[in-house]
């Protein structure tokens, strides 16, 4: 599984994405046990690398922003970026335009790493990018982001197992199944069923990743990285987090 893998981060390593060694300056020799050198307040656990996440979600539920408000920061910052990245954290996203993920985090430039394809579909892209930014950039916490009234789940709730016109069957392909382990009750209104697919899409994408990732299968196995689905309600701005997914779950499916 190596081998099929390591051809990708060749080119991933030539690529202009990787603009030097391990993603950020070094700084002092703190006698850490990582060995990426990180800024000092980026988190450097699984659990508080989600705490960060919570606490930003939370600043912007309750229009507190802060870090993302800090535009004097904005030249000083991208010039150190320049040098380097080192996101703590992996958004795995909707495209949908009212998820703006650094605002509903309130994390500025530099600490999220995000794939956004509408319906938060892992493929292989999605998937190479996930083992880029935990693999080489140090990422501890992927979040897999569903939203309240997804219209990529809906489309594909609405065809009812008909093929999509044109290239949106691929959000058929992407939720395989999806519809068919959760079948609508009789006793739910449409968007009660909408929010369980979206819940269970997002799970589903997680589990994806991990199935599919021998990279984060093994990062999750030993506890470095952990992958978190989730959920966030357009309205109150709140992202509801669910259970980090474990390698015991991931190896029968
Ligand atoms: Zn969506």
């Given at each position: 599984m190596r081998k099929t893998t390591f051809p990708a981060l060749i080119l991933l390593l030539a690529?202009?994405?990787?603009?030097?060694?391990?993603?950020a300056p070094k700084a002092e020799?703190?006698?850490?046990?990582?060995?990426s050198a990180a800024p000092?307040?980026?988190?450097?656990?699984p659990s508080a690398a989600l705490a960060e996440l919570q606490s930003g979600n939370s600043r912007f539920v309750n229009s507190k922003r802060s870090r993302t408000l800090e535009t004097a920061k904005d030249a000083g910052r991208r010039g150190e970026l320049a040098k380097g990245q080192s996101p703590f954290a992996v958004i795995v996203t909707?495209?949908?335009?009212?998820?703006?993920d650094n605002l509903v985090f309130d994390q500025e430039m530099g600490r999220l790493f995000t794939i956004r394809v509408a319906g938060e579909l892992l493929e292989p892209g999605g998937i190479a990018s996930v083992d880029y930014a935990v693999e080489h950039?140090?990422?501890k916490v992927v979040i897999v982001l569903g939203h309240a009234s997804c219209g990529a789940v809906k489309a594909v709730r609405d065809a009812k197992g008909k093929p999509l016109p044109g290239n949106l069957w691929a959000f058929q392909a992407g939720m395989a199944g999806l519809l068919e382990t959760n079948p609508a009750d009789p006793n739910e209104d449409g968007a009660a069923y909408l929010a369980r697919l979206v819940e269970q899409n997002a799970k589903r994408q997680a589990q994806i990743l991990v199935d599919r990732s021998a990279e984060v299968r093994h990062l999750v196995g030993s506890d470095k990285v952990w992958v978190v689905p989730a959920v966030y309600d357009l309205a109150s701005g709140k992202v509801s987090f669910f259970k980090p997914l474990s390698v015991a779950e991931a190896s029968h499916h």
């Open positions: 690529s202009p994405l990787c603009g030097q060694e391990h993603g020799p703190k006698g850490k046990a990582t060995s000092s307040d980026n988190p450097d656990s909707c495209s949908d335009s009212r998820v703006p950039l140090g990422s």
